[in-house]
């Protein structure tokens, strides 16, 4: 099965999809997101045929395909999978069928969970005028109210009333006169038959429904998502380091749409600001490392005599310590703002709160690991010896973003803002191995990749549900649902617990590999990030505490229900690899561990010896041992 093509095929499915579901009309809805489930559900059968096709006991890339692109300047197509790569595919294809699911009415309604807005009414009126006013919208100024529609022979009405500016509805008044509503305007045109009033939703609702049903096409949607789909297993599966920056900032269209244009509909601005602020940084930092990938062409050319971006021959080449480090540069601050690691993490707090639920899902659960995978897939193995430079300032990094997300996250009111705070501190962790240098670290942050796609894109499903029927991110409006909701709240219990890495919890096993790798490797440190753990269980219990446990405060939550089928589907997969993988990640770290060991004995790097006393004097160990 290693003949097969399969990266070719699960990069060519979602795109040649996108297209297709992109060019639907508008009306063509329910086709569009029929078509784009059944899509992604393939691409994951796809990404689970792949996996069992891999053999982890082979080294180098698998499933290699490699053709000349632009052939003048070295460029390819060129895919391959490794142990690290396959993982982090397969996550990807399992999160955008989810998304797809948990989005399905999402873009329908109220983004920030306020539903639909009413249709126009009509409704008969006995006196042949209308009323002014009373049923226009409250609190908005000039929004328009009840008209009069005349018969078929038309005859000479009052005059409805006028809406007011602010305030309650004061109703009022027929033919002649009547008082105004506050959000709306009423003009009447009587006629021999009973006339019929039609109530037209206020101002800023009929502002939403049209932005609903004008920019915000469920196809394009749709399309977006499957876009973002074909971008992340590109770049995972790229080979080339040319065709990974392509795909690497081409990732960048997608996301800012679904930012931009689907976030919540009452926070035009916020979102706005979110998605050119994502934008923004993601291009700088795809500036820097575009320089660092031109270097890298050159410094090629020098020494082969003919520039190329093939990753395999560029890892083998011989690269000055002084070039090293400016090229890690390029490429490390590129992947930290992607991640985002402290202190390149600003823009994640808003893009994870403005976007949607399922956009927020693919940013934190799986576009940010395109950071973390960039540092061992190209910094520490192009730049070995600028690694081994920077490795202190990246530990160092990394453990005050651990204590630095952990704390953040302890005083937000924002639920989204909240996990993508967290996350920030789980990012942590994960460069904390990575930059290590043993295997058991190493094999233990890329596990924790995968884990924390699981975990935090299991968070944000809940925090979305919860938005969903409540309409507001803000902890405090929450209090008392383990009561009203017990399964929901029995899914988010679980959420919480893997992130914070519970015994028994995927999360766990990653955590504790990262942990024991690094105090092999680094004592103080693994101290000092070990506590960590602690203000992880604050925060995640702490948000527990506030919206599932004590009296239901709100009168608003008594009415809330339970998870539906569809959101029951939804959280299904994640809630059941997340109990698997806490019990028994074998399989997962037998696809890992062989690649991320390759990839630290190639620039050196080995497992420290052991220092326990029996294998230090073997002698002194054994009975008899002294003569």
């Known amino acids: 099965m290693n003949t097969v093509p399969w990266l070719t095929i699960l990069l060519i499915v979602p795109a040649a999809g996108a297209v297709v579901v992109a060019a639907l009309p508008r009306r063509h809805a329910t086709l569009a997101k029929q078509l784009t489930l059944g899509i992604t559900l393939a691409v994951l059968v796809l ?7 891999y053999d982890p006991d082979k080294a ?27 993982v982090l595919m397969l996550l990807a294809a399992l999160l955008v069928p989810v998304v797809v699911l948990s989005s399905w009415d999402e873009v329908d309604g109220d983004a920030t969970g306020g539903g639909r807005v009413p249709a126009p009414t009509v409704a008969p009126d006995a006196t042949g005028g209308t009323p002014g006013g009373s049923a226009g919208g409250t ?24 809406g007011g500016l602010g305030g309650d509805d004061l109703g009022g008044g027929g033919g002649s006169g009547g008082g105004g509503g506050s959000g709306g305007t009423a003009v009447a045109l009587a006629a021999p038959a009973p006339a019929r009033t039609v109530t037209i ?22 399309a977006l998502l499957l876009a973002l789909e074909a971008g992340m297993i590109g770049v995972f599966a790229a080979t080339d380091v040319f065709l990974f920056y392509v795909f690497f900032e081409a990732m960048l269209i997608p996301m800012y749409f679904l930012i931009g244009s689907y976030g919540p509909v009452k926070e035009q601005a916020q979102r706005s600001y979110a998605a050119v602020k994502f934008l923004v940084y993601s291009l700088l930092g795809g500036l820097l ?68 639920t399922g956009g927020a899902v693919l940013l934190v659960g799986v576009l940010d690991k395109v950071g973390t995978f960039g540092l061992i897939r190209y910094c520490i193995p192009l730049f070995p010896d600028a690694a081994d430079y920077f490795a202190p300032l990246v530990l ?148 527990y505490q506030r919206t599932m446990t004590g009296p239901v405060v709100h009168e608003e939550n008594r009415v809330l229900h339970d998870l539906g089928l569809r959101e029951k589907v939804v959280v299904a997969p994640l809630v059941a690899l997340i109990v698997a993988l806490g019990v028994y990640p074998k399989p997962l770290l037998d696809i890992i561990r062989p690649t991320v060991t390759a990839t630290y004995a190639d620039i050196g790097k080995s497992d420290p010896a052991p220092t326990h006393p029996a294998a ?3 002698a002194s160990a054994q009975p008899g041992g002294h003569s």
């Not at 990404?47 to 096709?53: E, S, Y």
């Not at 909240?418 to 295997?439: E, M, N, Q």
Request: with cysteine.
């Open 47 to 53: 990404a689970v045929l792949a996996t069992f096709a």
């Open 60 to 86: 180098g890339f698998q499933f290699g395909q490699s053709y000349d692109w632009i052939s003048t300047f070295g460029i390819s197509y060129s895919v391959g999978a490794d142990g690290i790569s396959l």
């Open 139 to 162: 609190g908005s100024a000039g929004g328009v109210g009840p008209i009069g529609v005349a018969g078929e022979i038309g005859g000479v009405g009052g005059l409805g009333g006028v």
């Open 201 to 222: 939703p206020p101002v800023e609702a009929r502002g939403e429904a049209a932005e609903r049903h004008g920019r915000r096409s469920v196809p394009a949607f749709f």
């Open 289 to 356: 490392m575009l320089a660092a990938v031109i270097g890298l062409y050159v410094v090629s050319a020098d020494n082969l005599g003919h520039g190329t971006f093939d990753f395999a021959t560029l890892r083998q080449m011989e690269i000055t310590p002084g070039v090293q480090k400016l090229l890690f540069l390029g490429f490390f601050v590129a992947f930290a703002i992607k991640a985002p690691l402290f202190p390149f993490h600003t823009w994640l707090p808003d893009a994870g709160a403005q976007s949607p």
């Open 396 to 543: 160092g990094l990394a453990v005050v973003g651990i204590f630095y997300g952990a704390l953040l996250a302890i005083g937000q009111r924002d639920m989204k803002r909240l996990v993508a705070y967290t996350s920030l501190a789980h990012f942590g962790f994960i460069a904390l191995g990575l930059f290590a240098f043993t295997s058991q670290a190493g094999t233990g942050a890329v596990l924790y990749m995968v884990n924390h796609g699981l975990s935090t894109g299991l968070l944000f499903l809940v925090v979305g549900f919860l938005v969903t029927r409540r309409g507001t991110r803000d902890v405090g409006a929450y209090g008392g649902l383990a009561k009203v909701t017990p399964v929901l709240a029995g899914v988010f219990l679980l959420a919480g617990l893997s992130s914070l890495a519970l015994p028994g919890t995927n999360s766990f096993v990653s955590e504790f590999l990262v942990l024991v790798g690094t105090f092999t490797a680094n004592k103080p440190l693994a101290i000092v990030a070990t506590c960590g753990i602690v203000l992880a269980a604050i925060y995640v219990l702490y948000l």
């Open 616 to 618: 230090a004097h073997p």
